[in-house]
């Protein structure tokens, strides 16, 4: 049996991720005035409206990074089951490197932002205006430390979006955290010692729905 999972963009079904070259060939769905109408699943064609999108996939889909927020804040109770969504990513030999720091006051993130955009010699550099950030880091000497933070990220990207939210991963922090003046400053919010930034994220309410961006080709191969 070959089934089509579909990809969702604003709310349509725009493109199919092909598991089986012949059946996609073939009669993988129908169209109805050049419009996907209908797609082959259990042994069946079913309407597009009728069609039955798995929770989390349909999460994974439509998630967007969002560069603009609006003004209302975000409730701790939301945080902190983002972060907590966070806590429970994979981790090599479940070490658990990853760790998290949360700001909420304005003037927090606007005073990191302002050492990141020295930092990165760029003085019009913005986190996008979030009313919340979450720092990611782990140690320098863990070896899975990066890809357990990434892990994490995603995770907490994930339940955002799933409780209503926007997020955006930022990079920037992890490029000049070790310059000696924004080292000195997260020394002095806090962050501990030999420590290494994967990443940040930015969350609020989104003001724009994002940009969706169709895959690109060749992305996946199968191996005999």
């Excluded at 042994?43 to 409206?49: L, N, V």
């Excluded at 993130?109 to 979030?130: C, D, H, R, W």
């Excluded at 979450?134 to 863990?142: A, G, L, P, R, S």
């Excluded at 997260?186 to 994002?210: C, N, Q, T, W």
Aim: hydrophobic letters at 35%.
């Amino acid at each position: 049996m070959s089934v089509y999972v579909p990809y969702r963009m604003k709310g349509n079904i725009e493109n199919f991720s092909k598991i089986d070259n012949e059946f996609l060939a073939g009669k993988g769905y129908t169209k109805h005035n050049g419009q996907i109408a209908a797609i082959y699943c259990n042994g069946k064609y079913q309407k597009r409206r009728d069609f039955k999108m798995n929770e989390v996939l349909n999460n994974i889909y439509t998630r967007r990074s969002i560069r603009k927020f609006t003004e209302k804040d975000v409730p701790k109770e939301l945080v902190d089951e983002i972060v907590k969504a966070g806590t429970f990513a994979p981790s090599g030999k479940n070490m658990q490197t990853y760790r998290f720091f949360i700001m909420q006051k304005q003037e927090s993130i606007l005073a990191l932002q302002e050492i990141v955009a020295k930092g990165m010699e760029n003085p019009s550099y913005t986190f996008y205006g979030p009313k919340a950030l979450v720092i990611v880091t782990c140690n320098k000497e863990d070896v899975n430390g990066v890809e357990d933070g990434s892990c994490a990220l995603e995770n907490m990207m994930l339940a955002a979006h799933s409780l209503g939210l926007g997020s955006c991963w930022i990079n920037q922090l992890k490029y000049c955290g070790d310059k000696p003046e924004v080292a000195a400053y997260l020394d002095k919010i806090g962050l501990p010692k030999g420590r290494r930034v994967v990443g940040m994220l930015a969350l609020g309410y989104a003001a724009d729905e994002g940009t969706g961006h169709p895959r690109a080709d060749g992305l996946v191969t199968y191996l005999d």
